[in-house]
């Protein structure tokens, strides 16, 4: 396993991170058994930032992620999130946000966790996030609880305008970078740099439209897109590559991002992902890739609240 600094934290975090959002079913049902089998290989291989959400699953990801954990917290550098509970329901005041840190410390069977990230802030009022969230995360952070402090969510602009203006450790941004999107470069990664911000790419897989078995039926992005993602993966399989594998490979690669937080849910996965650390890129593949996804590269959709969007004027 190869490892970053994660920004100015002092954490050094496995460059390939544990997604925990599969394991509350987000991508569907799994087997619990297997999700902790899985858990439990990526520890043994090294991987050592686990990254979850009480949203993921409605707090199923995190009691599971806890239960997998049991003896081994002090193994894993653990972040899980605040501010988003269903498709919904949002709530970023610090009253919430104290509340449900002691909600995740008790499904996670912890008493602190290494990061604490504002979950999806597009949703939220942006002063709010400024002058009220991030100061509540912080007075966590003094009080013990929590350890670093993050936000995350999919506009690019916003992230940086937040990540400009409040006192932020990291900042989680997810399809904004990846064989169909590069716009985290423009926007986010400069500042980031710029600021010693540490810098986690989620979703290389593209919430698996990148995979064999293809996107999700609640995948937000367009038609075209998946159609597009969908002729990538059939390109790899004639080349005899896995296309989860190169994803994930392309991400790794990226100069800055300090951890690449791949979605996971059995050992197989798991396996599969780890090979992706020594994999050398086809530059040929990945020169027809890029002409491939050329009508799609950078697309988006709509996130939270229009005023946060990126075409906001
Ligand atoms: P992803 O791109 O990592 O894809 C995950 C999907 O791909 C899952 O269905 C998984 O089972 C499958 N998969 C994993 N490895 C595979 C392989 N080798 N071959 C085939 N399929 C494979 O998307 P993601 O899970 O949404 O993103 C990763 C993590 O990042 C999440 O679990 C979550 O922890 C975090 N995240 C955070 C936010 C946010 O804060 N707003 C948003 C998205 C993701």
Known sequence: MKYRALG??????????????????????????EGA????????????????????????????????????????ILATKCGRYDSDAFDFSPARVKKSVEESLRRLRTDYVDLLTAHDIEFGDREQIVRETVPALRELQREGKVRNVGISGL??????????????DTVLSYCRYNLIARDLDIWLTPIAEARQIGLINASPLHMRLLTAAGAPAW???????????????????????????????????????SCTL?????????????????MEPDAELLRQIEQMVELVKNSTWRSGRPENSDNAA
């Open 8 to 33: 100015k934290t002092g954490l050094d975090v496995s460059t390939i991170g544990f997604g925990a959002s599969p394991l509350g079913n987000e991508f569907g049902g799994i087997d619990p058994v």
């Open 37 to 76: 089998r899985a858990v439990h290989l990526a520890i043994d291989q090294g991987i050592n930032f686990f990254d979850v959400a009480p949203y993921y699953g409605r707090t199923l990801a995190e009691e599971r992620l806890g239960a997998a954990l049991a003896g081994k917290r002090q193994h894993v």
């Open 155 to 168: 506009p690019l602009k916003m992230l940086a305008d937040v990540a400009m203006r409040a006192q932020v």
């Open 219 to 257: 995948h937000p992005a367009s038609e075209t897109a998946k159609r597009i993602g969908s002729q990538v993966v059939r390109l790899c399989q004639k080349h005899g590559v896995d296309p989860a594998a190169l994803a994930l490979r392309f991400c790794l690669m990226h100069p800055y991002v």
């Open 262 to 278: 791949v979605g996971m849910s059995n050992a197989g996965e798991v396996e599969r992902n780890l090979l992706a650390l020594e």
